[in-house]
């Protein structure tokens, strides 16, 4: 079993930045494809992006390209979301998940953490 938990959302105006943690618990963090995904009022919730256990980026929504970056340190058990040239739009509860190796879905989520954009 692995816990993860999200940090660092908050309230800041657009055009602004933050950064998001999600610490992991357990020693096999380092195993496994993570995640960010973002869900807003009234939406789906939605991949933003994914890196494999060696840090190889495998996706990046669109909707944030030249803006979000994901990295990881697998020697404190965390992984990160960049976010700068925060948008409106971007306001959502942002979640981390976590891949097992042979997996085609995603385990564990943490519980989210809320990023809030003002215009």
């Known amino acids: 079993q692995v816990q993860l938990v999200e940090s660092g959302g908050g309230l800041v105006q657009a055009g602004g930045s933050l950064r998001l943690s999600c610490a992991a618990s357990?020693?096999?963090?380092?195993?496994?494809?993570m995640g960010w995904f973002r869900q807003a009022p009234g939406k789906e919730r939605e991949f933003v992006t994914g890196i494999t256990w060696s840090g190889v980026i495998t996706y990046l929504s669109d909707s944030v390209k030249g803006r979000f970056s994901i990295s990881r340190d697998n020697a404190k058990n965390t992984v990160y979301l960049q976010m700068n040239s925060l948008k409106p739009e971007d306001t959502a509860v942002y979640y981390c998940a976590a891949q097992r190796p042979g997996r085609s879905f995603y385990d564990y989520w943490g519980q989210g953490t809320q990023v809030t954009v003002s215009s």
């Open positions: 357990g020693r096999t963090f380092s195993t496994y494809n």
